[in-house]
Nanobody, 115 residues
Framework: QVHLVESGGGLVQAGGSLRLSCAAS????????IAWYRQAPGKQRELVAT???????NYVDSVKGRFTISRDNAKNTVSLQMNNLKPEDTAVYYC?????????WGQGTQVTVSS
């Protein structure tokens, strides 16, 4: 069993930055893929960024050039640096870990961007 806990959300003005962290109770290095998702009110959950064991990253087009996903295996954390935030980035952000055939989700952290 792996527990993922997100932190770092908050209220920020448009153009500002936030850094989200996803802390794992188990080894982050054992995860095949760690992903950040987000869900805005009334919308489906959306994949934002992923990072593989080897460090390969991918982003949804709407955040490319603004968000950076990274992992620190020694600290068992995956971070999402979010710069130049826009009101449309407002959502609950979730961390998801794929450990072989098992998938674990965090409880989410709220990000609110005011215009």
């Amino acid at each position: 069993q792996v527990h993922l806990v997100e932190s770092g959300g908050g209220l920020v003005q448009a153009g500002g930055s936030l850094r989200l962290s996803c802390a794992a109770s188990g080894s982050i290095s054992s995860a095949n893929i760690i992903a950040w998702y987000r869900q805005a009110p009334g919308k489906q959950r959306e994949l934002v960024a992923t990072i593989t064991t080897g460090g390969t990253t991918n982003y949804v087009d709407s955040v490319k050039g603004r968000f950076t996903i990274s992992r620190d295996n020694a600290k068992n954390t995956v971070s999402l640096q979010m710069n130049n935030l826009k009101p449309e980035d407002t959502a609950v952000y979730y961390c998801k870990g794929n450990y072989g055939l098992r998938v674990y989700w965090g409880q989410g952290t709220q990000v609110t961007v005011s215009s």
